[in-house]
């Protein structure tokens, strides 16, 4: 009889194995070995190999959503905007197998925009956009399209750290940190109202 945190451990362990070594790295054979049981165990709890992947990812975007939410309490609509990219990339730079699989690989369950991000199915995004409309609503911001203020946002720090991940700064982990937070207030400053 399985024990009842099985499910647990063999996600743990795909886990190590995904944060050091990347997808390719997880196979049922190597999970189980790290587990302690049989391959054939782990689809007692997984149906396959993708399905333990994107519980992977889907636990993963719900710590950056933690993060996140956190920060929803901040008065300044700014600062929290800028918090949330700061947290973006942190999990990016500590967890970077994770981050490209969760934000760079195609995924068949990924949320799309416009309809699944309106529809408020994005957690993460959710918190970027409350943060935008407070801050057009407040004057920070420029009025019109909260959406479209908030993907620019979110693909203006996608884009650098996908720069970053595919080795075109020649920064240290330092000197890319303080040129993401530069860039993101040129950006703002440029959405001012």
Do not use: C
Not at 86 to 100: E, G, K, M, R, S
């Amino acid at each position: 009889m399985a024990r009842p945190d099985t499910a647990m451990r063999i996600l743990n362990a795909a886990r190590a194995l995904f944060e050091r070594e990347g997808a390719g790295s997880v196979s049922m054979r190597r999970v189980a070995e790290a587990v302690g049981i049989t391959a054939t165990a782990i689809y007692r709890h997984f149906p396959n190999r993708e399905a333990l992947l994107e519980k992977i990812s889907d636990d993963s975007f719900d710590e950056i959503a933690r993060h996140w939410n956190a920060h929803r309490q901040a008065r300044d609509p700014i600062a929290r905007l800028l918090a949330t990219q700061q947290i973006y990339l942190d999990y990016a730079l500590a967890y970077p197998h994770l981050f490209d699989h969760a934000f760079l690989a195609r995924r068949r369950n990924a949320r799309r925009f416009p309809e699944d991000f309106i529809a408020a199915q994005s957690p993460t995004a959710n918190v970027m956009h409350e943060a935008v409309l407070e801050a057009q609503a407040s004057g920070q911001l420029r009025a019109g399209d909260a959406w479209g203020l908030t993907m620019t946002v979110w693909a203006h720090a996608h884009g650098l750290i996908a720069l970053q991940r595919a080795g075109r700064f020649s920064f240290d982990e330092a000197g890319f940190r303080a040129f993401f937070t530069t860039s993101l207030h040129h950006l703002l400053d440029g959405l001012r109202a």
